[in-house]
C-alpha cells in the first residue's frame, strides 16, 4: 500500500480526534482555586479562652473531608485555614474569610499585625510548629504549603522593623503588668508554673528584675531544664509548687489543661498577683473571686495598653506590601491553575489522539513506516489546533475548569 492512499484514512482519524476533543462536553468542572480558599476564626476580640478551646474541639474532626488544612491555635486566637469543594458547617461564633480575603488574613495574622501585641515574636514560630504538624499529617498540599511559606517570609521582614525595648510578646506584657503591681519587687518571691517558650521569657524577665524564681512544671526533669536555662532558684513539681503558696508575691501559669487546678482552696490564704497565661485558663472562679483585681488572664493581658512596636508610617507602608503579597500569591495560584488546565488539555488531546492510532494499528492495515507517518501527522495536527486555545488559556485562573467543562475531563 502506497503512502498517498493512506490519505482518506488518516483524514478519517483526524476527524475523530478532532471530533473527540470539541464534543466530549460535561460539568466535571472544579471550581476556581483562590474561590475554595476559607480561613475560619475566632480571637480574643470576640470569645473567651474557653469557648476557643471548644471550637478547636470541634473542628478536628471536620479536617477530614478537606482537601488541604492548618490549624492555628494559640493563647488569643483559633484559625482553621483550607482549601476546600463546597461549604463547611462551621462551629457557631467563628467568622470567615474567603479567596483573595483569606490570602489576606493569613499574612496579616502571620506576619503579627493582627496580634494583641503587634508583631510578636512567638507567632512565627507557631506558625512553623503548625506548618510542620500539617506536612507530617498529610494535611498540607500545595496551595497552603505556598502560602504559608510566603507569609512567614513576610512576617519576618515585619518584624525586622520592630522598635527596640517595645513589648514583643505576650511575656513582655504580663512581666511589665506584675512590675506595676510589686513596684519594689526585688528579693521577692515569684513562682512561674509552665516550661514552654512564654513560660521560659517570662522567667528570664523575673529574674532580671530581681525576683528569687521559682520555675514548676508536671515533669520535674522540665522544670530543672527551664530553671537552668532562665537562672531560676529553684524547680519544682507543679503539685508541690502550687501547695506551698505562702510568700509567694508573683504567680505566673502558662500551660494547658482541661480544668482550672487554682482554686480557692489551693490558694489558701495566699494573694499573690496572679497573670494567668493558659488557654484555657488555669485560675478557677472561686480564686479569681478571691484574688479581688489581683488576677489578670489572657484576654485581658491582650487589651492592655502599650507602646507599639512599629512606627505608624512603618506600619501603614508593611500593610500596603501585605497587599502587594497577597497579589502575587493570587497570581502564583492563577498562574499555577492555568498551567494545570493546559497540561489537562494537552494530555486529554494526546490520550485522543493515540486511542485512534492504536485502534489503526491493531487493524493491521499499514506497515510500520505508514503508521509513522500517521502518528507524526497526527501529532502535528493535534499541536497546532491545540496551540490557539493554549495561548488563550495561558494565565487563565478559571484554565482547569474551562478545560474540564468543554473537554469532559474528570479529576
Known amino acids: 500500500m502506497r503512502l498517498g492512499s493512506v490519505t482518506p484514512l488518516l483524514k478519517s482519524q483526524i476527524w475523530w480526534i478532532v471530533s473527540d476533543l470539541r464534543d466530549s462536553a460535561s460539568s466535571a468542572a472544579g471550581p476556581d482555586p483562590l474561590q475554595r480558599l476559607i480561613v475560619a476564626f475566632a480571637t480574643h476580640r470576640g470569645s473567651t479562652e474557653r469557648q476557643r478551646a471548644a471550637m478547636v474541639e470541634q473542628l478536628e474532626p471536620l479536617r477530614g473531608g478537606l482537601e488541604e488544612s492548618l490549624l492555628l491555635d494559640t493563647c488569643h486566637r483559633v484559625e482553621l485555614i483550607a482549601v476546600r469543594d463546597g461549604e463547611m458547617q462551621l462551629p457557631a461564633g467563628l467568622a470567615t474569610a474567603r479567596a483573595a480575603a483569606a490570602v489576606a488574613r493569613v499574612f496579616e495574622v502571620v506576619a503579627g499585625l493582627d496580634s494583641a501585641v503587634l508583631a510578636e515574636e512567638q507567632l512565627q514560630g507557631q506558625v512553623r510548629t503548625a506548618h510542620d504538624v500539617a506536612r507530617t499529617s498529610g494535611t498540607l498540599g500545595p496551595t497552603l504549603d505556598e502560602l504559608l511559606r510566603r507569609s512567614l517570609r513576610f512576617g519576618r521582614r515585619v518584624r525586622s522593623h520592630a522598635l527596640p525595648g517595645a513589648d514583643r510578646s505576650l511575656a513582655d506584657r504580663a512581666a511589665r503588668w506584675l512590675h506595676e503591681q510589686l513596684p519594689d ?227
Open 185 to 411: 519587687a526585688r528579693g521577692q518571691r515569684a513562682l512561674v508554673i509552665g516550661t514552654g517558650e512564654i513560660a521560659r521569657l517570662l522567667a528570664r524577665l523575673l529574674v532580671e528584675s530581681g525576683m528569687n524564681v521559682t520555675v514548676a512544671s508536671r515533669r520535674l526533669d522540665r522544670a530543672r531544664s527551664a530553671m537552668a536555662d532562665v537562672g531560676a532558684s529553684q524547680a519544682l513539681l507543679q503539685a508541690d509548687a502550687i501547695r506551698s503558696l505562702a510568700g509567694t508575691t508573683a504567680l505566673a501559669i502558662a500551660t494547658r489543661s482541661a480544668t482550672p487546678f487554682l482554686d480557692a482552696a489551693t490558694l489558701g490564704d495566699a494573694r499573690p498577683h496572679v497573670v494567668d497565661l493558659s488557654t484555657p485558663g488555669a485560675v478557677a472562679a472561686d480564686a479569681r473571686s478571691l484574688l479581688n483585681g489581683r488576677h489578670l488572664a489572657i484576654d485581658a493581658l491582650g487589651t492592655l495598653q502599650a507602646a507599639p512596636a512599629l512606627l505608624p508610617k512603618v506600619e501603614r507602608r508593611l500593610r500596603r506590601e501585605l497587599a502587594g503579597e497577597v497579589e502575587a500569591y493570587v497570581a502564583w495560584l492563577e498562574s499555577r491553575s492555568s498551567e494545570a488546565g493546559i497540561g489537562i488539555l494537552r494530555r486529554h488531546a494526546e490520550a485522543v489522539r493515540q486511542r485512534h492510532v492504536a485502534r489503526l494499528r491493531r487493524s493491521g492495515s499499514l506497515d510500520a513506516a505508514q503508521l509513522a507517518a500517521v502518528d507524526a501527522t497526527t501529532a502535528g495536527i493535534v499541536a497546532e489546533l491545540l496551540h490557539g486555545p493554549t495561548v488563550r488559556l495561558r494565565g487563565d485562573p478559571e484554565a482547569e475548569r474551562h478545560v474540564r467543562e468543554l473537554f469532559g475531563v474528570t479529576p
